[in-house]
């Protein structure tokens, strides 16, 4: 499977008594799709996953897998902790329930990239989904280079990676230009998006397309198909929606803006995530 188009890491609606409104996630789930998304992610950071309980994340699970046999889409689903084993064992309950997983470079421990590659090698041997790497510095404390990233998109079960290291950086310019055969550098940070899509990404992990989703695909298909001007003035208004979005931590504005427009049942995030402030809302409504 090749992954490249928009793909929408889905939030985790909460209902009025703090549950998970799995009638508005499933809702959500058929609405980006059909505004042209070309796949579904959950269990993502966007989805307050770390403050789901294990019950919790296996309901969300089954909401966007039931989704994926109904819609024949891809779904990528989030897995895995700072330690391989544990990692490895979440994996194990993904065969045949989705298309791939979302698995970050360790976080904390810090193991040096020696040790993401031993890392990501074990899961690649032991996992019965592709891999995507997370790579997000800023999140986990620790880098993954372009080397690194050559060497982890060369291992039998690695298929991309979601690069969110804040900008375009040297290695993201590097690895986009001489990246392992098969391999997917899908842009993470939305704000650069069209940035990495003229840099010939195949595509993104991005929040703000739960909003106008047909304009993100349409940015992507117009950068795949060289309509640069097209490309150019989507891709600026996007980069300027996706700032305001996350203006406050993801996903606070962006369930201030779900709710604002009726399409979740309430703004709710968890703690340690705080509601997003009205005037940071108001910012993303106007600019929509």
């Not at 770390?50 to 897995?79: P, Y």
Request: with cysteine.
């Amino acid at each position: 499977m090749t992954f490249s188009g928009v793909l929408v890491p889905l939030i985790t609606p909460f209902a009025a008594d703090g549950e998970v409104a799995a009638e508005a996630l499933e809702g959500l789930a058929h609405a980006v799709l059909d505004g042209g998304a070309s796949g579904l992610v959950a269990l993502g950071t966007t989805a307050e996953a770390a403050m789901l309980t294990e019950k919790e994340r296996r309901a969300v699970v089954e909401v966007c897998a039931r989704v994926r046999r109904e819609r024949g889409a891809t779904l990528v689903v989030g897995a895995g902790s700072s330690g391989t084993r544990g990692t490895a064992e979440a994996l194990r309950d993904l065969g045949g329930v989705a298309d791939a997983a979302l698995v970050a470079v360790p976080s904390f421990v810090r193991p040096g990239e020696a040790g993401v590659l031993a890392h990501f090698t074990e899961l690649s041997r032991r996992s019965p989904v592709p891999l995507i790497v997370y790579n997000v510095p800023h999140r986990t404390g620790q880098a993954a280079g372009a080397a690194a990233l050559r060497e982890i998109g060369a291992l039998p079960a690695v298929r991309g990676v979601k690069q969110a290291v804040g900008g375009v950086d040297a290695d993201t310019v590097a690895l986009l230009t001489d990246p392992p055969e098969d391999f997917a550098v899908l842009a993470g940070d939305d704000a650069f998006l069209s940035a990495l899509l003229a840099l010939g990404a195949p595509g993104g992990i991005v929040a703000t397309a739960h909003l106008c989703t047909a304009d993100f695909a349409a940015l992507a298909e117009a950068w795949r198909s060289g309509d640069a001007a097209r490309a150019r003035a989507l891709g600026h208004r996007l980069s300027a929606l996706a700032a305001a979005v996350f203006a406050e931590p993801n996903p606070t504005v962006l369930k201030g803006v779900l709710h604002a427009r009726g399409l979740i049942p309430t703004p709710s995030v968890r703690l340690p995530l705080l509601p997003a402030r009205r005037e940071s809302v108001e910012a993303v409504l106007r600019l929509l």
